[in-house]
C-alpha cells in the first residue's frame, strides 16, 4: 500500500489529488497494466479520507483512460497502452538507426549535429596535445566544478568573462545537469512549472523528485504569461523549467518583453528559472536575436544549463551550468553525489578545442550546412504539405512541429506507425505532452541527421501516407 | 510549512518519525541553524497528530542534539556545527590538495590509485588507435547501455562469459551506479539497510529518494546478521547496499557464509542486494577469498556495480553495472533521464587498453606496489601506535580503520583538526556515520596516495598528537 501514501496539500481536493497520484504511478509503471486497485474501503482507511473521495478519484480516473471497473470485482489499472509501446517503439527505433552505420532510415526523429562532416583530424590533434601537455593527471583528475582551464574558456569565449570561471560547472550533458540542479532545490510535493508541451526528460527528472508539475501553453513567443502568472499567484513556485530558444518540440523562442515579465515574476514570486539552453548558436532568421534569461536576470534567479551534445558532439557528454550564489554549494554537493565529476581528458581536449578557435570555425561551418537545410525543409513543408499541417517558422534551431489539419482523420501515432513502415522515423506529438491526447494533432521532423534529397523524399512519403 | 509534511508508518511512533523527519531537514540543511521551529500548535494542526505528540518529538530533538528550547519563545534548530564545518573542512582539504600538483600534505585521506606512475604511452596508443579506427563514431554515438565492445570485453576478461554483454550496463563510476538504481527502484518511504558505519555518497543518494535507512554494525566478517534479520522481519525492505570487500570505511569483508545467509533472506524477504565492489582487485591476504554477492546469486536478487575509479583512473568515469532481469528496463530508463549516456571515446579507449592486455599488467604492477605499502603501513601502525590504537588487518584494500584507545582522550574531528595543521590528511570516524557521535573514537587511514617513506613520517605525527 505504501506506494499510494500522499501528503495532501489544501488547496486541491483530494480525490483530484489521490487520481493524479495513480496516474502518476500507472504512467511510471509502478502499477501495472489490468493491477487491480486496492479497493475504496482499504484505501479510504489508508488515506483517511471518505470512502465517497476514493470513488470520486476512481471515477476520475475511469474517465480519463486510467482505471477500468468490473462489476463486482473493483477497479484495475489500464496503462495507456498504446503510448507505452510508442515510446517503446520510438525509443527501439532510435537505438536501431544509430547502430546501423549506414541507415536504410530518413531520420527526422535525431536531434544532434552527429550527420555534418567533422574534422576529426583537428580532434585528434587536441587530445594528443592535452596527454602530451598534461600526462596522467588528464585521466585521474577528479575536479568537482570541472577543470578549471575550459571553465576559464567559457567565461572569456562565450561570456566575454560576465560570468566568470569560479561560478561555472562542468556537467556531463544538459540532461545532467536537470537532475543535479533539481536534487539541490526540488523536495517532494513542491511546485514546477514547465511549457506545454515539453522535453521529456526533464518530466522525468521532476516526477522523480515527487514535484507537482504545473503546465501552461508555449505560443509562438513564449509561454502563454496570463496562466503562467495565474499558477504562480495560486501556488508557491520552487522553479520555472523552460526551453528559452528553439524550445522542444515546438519550435518557437521568448520574446524579450516576455523574458523580462518571467524574470520580474520570479523576484516577486521567489522562484527559480532553469533555463536549458540547447540551441541557440543555430539562429538563422536575423529576427531571432539571442539574449538568454540570464544575460538578462539582475536578481541571480537564473540556473543556466548549456548543453555541447546537441551543436557538438552528442558521444563527448559535456555541457556547463551557472547557477545563483544562493544555491551554488547545494549543486556542488549535488553533482559529487550524483557521479562525483566528469570526464576530465574530454573536458581538456574540449578547452583546447575552444581556445585554438576549432569551435569556433566548427560551428560556422555547421551553420552554413544546417541553414540550408533548413531551407530546403521548411520550403519543401510549405510547397507540399501545404493544404495538411500548419506551422510556425521557428527561425533557426533543428525542428519544425506541424499541426496536422483537422479535415485530415489521422492521429499523430498513427502517423508514427505508417511513417516507420516506410522507413521515415517522425516524432509524434504524443511524446511531447503528460496528457498524451493533447499531441495527437502535431508532430515534429528536423533535418540534423538528413541531407537535402533525403529531406525531400521523407516528405514525400509523408503527404503520401496524409493523403 | 511544507516540508514538514509526512507519510506517516503504522509501525513506528509518530513522535520518533516527526524528529527524525525534522533531523533530516537540519542535516540537509533545509532547516538553518537557529532557524525557528514551528509553534506547537501549528505543527500539530498541520500534521494532524496531537500537541503531546510536538512536544515528544522536540523534547527528542534536543536530546538528540538538534534543537534548542528558549523559554517563551519555542524550540530553534540547532546544526551539529562541527560536523558540518567538518564535512566542509574536509571536502575543502581534498580539493586542495587535489590542485596542488606536488603536495606538501601526506595524504592518507584520498581512495585512489592516482599516484602510481601509470603507463601514459600505453594508454596514448589506444586512444589514438581508438580515433583512427572509429572516427567520428567514437565522439557521436551515445550508447544507453554503453559501447558494445566494451560491455563484451567486460563479459569476457572479467566473468568468463558467465555474465553477458547484453546483461552489462555501463555507468560514470560507482556512484552513478547507486543513483540511477535507487532512481529505479527506490520511492519515498521505502526501507533501505546498511552498514554502520557506511559510505556517505550512498547515504546522500538514498536519503535524495525519500528513504527510510536502516543499519546494523558492521562486523569482522560482514554485518551483524541477527540486527540485519530483525530489521528484515520487522520491515518491508526494498534494499540492502553492501561493499563486499574491504567495506568503507571499517576494511572488512564478508564471510562465505554471511553472503549465503543475506541471499537466502535477500529471497525469502524479497529484497535486492546493492554490492558495490570497488577494490576487490587489492586482496593481499590469501585468507580473503574472491566471490561476490553476483557470483554466488540464484535468484536474481543483486545489483552488482564495478567501479573503475578506485583501482585504476579516477578521472576516466567508468564503471558498469549488472542488474536483475526484473529491474533492467526501469534501470536503463533510469540512465537516460539522468545523463543519456556514458562517454563514449573513454569506454573505447577502455577497451582496446582491456583486450591488448595493459589493464592486466598495470593491476599486476598496481598490486606489488600496493602491497609493499600495504605492509609498511600494517608495520608501523603495529610498531607506532600499538598502545594507543586497535585495529583488524584488513588483508587489503586501501585502508585501515583505526580506533583510538579509550585511555586517549582525544576524538576523532579533534584529531582530523590536528593532523591538518601538520599537514596530514586522515579520515575522521565521524564522517561515516548517521549519528556522528558513533565515529567519535575511530579514523581512517589510508595509503594510495602515500609513499613508504611518507607513511612512516605521518604515522609518526601522528603517534605524536596522540600522547
Not at 486496492?38 to 484505501?43: G, S
Not at 582551464?149 to 569565449?157: D, E, F, T
Request: charged content about 30%.
Amino acid at each position: 500500500m505504501k506506494a499510494y501514501s500522499i501528503d495532501f496539500l489544501e488547496e486541491i481536493p483530494k480525490y483530484i489529488q489521490i487520481a493524479r497520484h495513480i496516474k502518476n504511478l500507472i504512467e511510471l509503471g509502478e502499477i501495472k497494466d489490468e493491477e487491480k486497485l486496492p479497493p475504496i474501503r482499504k484505501l479510504s482507511d489508508f488515506l483517511s479520507v471518505n470512502n465517497d473521495t476514493i470513488v470520486s478519484a476512481y471515477k476520475k480516473l475511469e474517465q480519463e483512460g486510467y482505471a477500468v471497473q468490473k462489476i463486482g470485482s473493483g477497479s484495475y489499472a489500464k496503462q495507456k497502452d498504446t503510448n507505452r509501446r510508442l515510446r517503446r517503439e520510438y525509443t527501439e527505433t532510435f537505438k536501431r538507426i544509430r547502430n546501423e552505420s549506414s541507415s536504410k532510415y530518413i531520420d527526422f526523429a535525431g536531434e544532434t549535429s552527429c550527420n555534418v562532416v567533422f574534422p576529426m583530424e583537428n580532434f585528434k590533434e587536441v587530445i594528443n596535445e592535452v596527454i602530451d601537455r598534461d600526462g596522467v593527471n588528464a585521466l585521474v583528475n577528479q575536479e568537482t566544478l570541472g577543470y578549471i582551464g575550459l571553465r576559464r574558456s567559457i567565461s572569456k569565449y562565450f561570456w566575454n568573462d560576465k560570468s566568470r570561471a569560479e561560478d561555472i560547472l562542468i556537467v556531463s550533458g544538459a540532461q545532467q545537469g536537470i537532475d543535479i540542479v533539481s536534487k539541490a532545490i526540488i523536495n517532494v510535493n513542491d511546485n514546477v512549472i514547465v511549457e506545454k508541451p515539453t522535453y521529456n526528460g526533464a518530466l522525468f527528472v521532476f516526477k522523480w523528485r515527487g514535484a507537482n508539475i504545473f503546465e501552461a501553453n508555449m505560443e509562438n513567443d513564449g509561454i502563454n504569461l496570463e496562466a503562467f502568472e495565474k499558477i504562480v499567484k495560486k501556488n508557491s513556485i520552487k522553479c520555472f523549467y523552460t526551453m528559452s530558444y528553439f524550445q522542444n518540440p515546438t519550435g518557437m523562442s521568448y520574446s524579450y518583453a516576455k523574458k523580462i515579465e518571467i524574470l520580474k515574476l520570479a523576484e516577486k514570486y521567489d522562484f527559480y528559472i532553469i533555463e536549458d539552453d540547447y540551441l541557440s548558436e543555430l539562429i538563422f532568421d536575423e529576427k531571432v536575436k539571442y539574449q538568454s534569461f540570464k544575460s538578462l536576470d539582475e536578481n541571480d534567479r537564473v540556473v543556466y544549463i548549456k548543453s555541447f551534445s546537441k551543436i557538438f558532439l552528442p558521444g563527448i557528454r559535456l555541457g556547463y551550468m551557472i547557477v545563483p550564489k544562493k544555491i551554488e554549494e547545494a549543486v556542488e554537493s549535488s553533482k559529487v553525489n550524483t557521479d562525483i565529476s566528469t570526464s576530465s581528458l574530454m573536458q581538456r581536449a574540449l578547452d583546447l578545442y575552444i581556445i585554438k578557435g576549432y569551435w569556433r570555425d566548427y560551428i560556422q561551418n555547421l551553420k552554413i550546412t544546417y541553414n540550408k537545410r533548413y531551407k530546403v525543409m521548411e520550403d519543401t513543408i510549405k510547397d507540399i504539405l501545404k493544404d495538411k499541417v500548419s506551422f510556425n517558422s521557428p527561425g533557426g534551431g533543428f525542428n519544425f512541429y506541424l499541426k496536422i489539419d483537422k479535415s485530415i482523420g489521422i492521429e499523430s501515432d498513427k502517423l508514427f506507425y505508417k511513417c516507420k513502415q516506410k522507413k521515415v522515423f517522425i516524432s509524434p506529438g504524443v511524446l511531447f505532452y503528460r496528457n498524451s491526447e493533447d499531441g495527437a494533432k502535431f508532430f515534429r521532423i528536423g533535418y540534423s541527421q538528413t541531407e537535402e534529397t533525403k529531406i525531400k523524399q521523407g516528405i514525400e512519403i509523408i503527404n503520401k501516407i496524409l493523403e
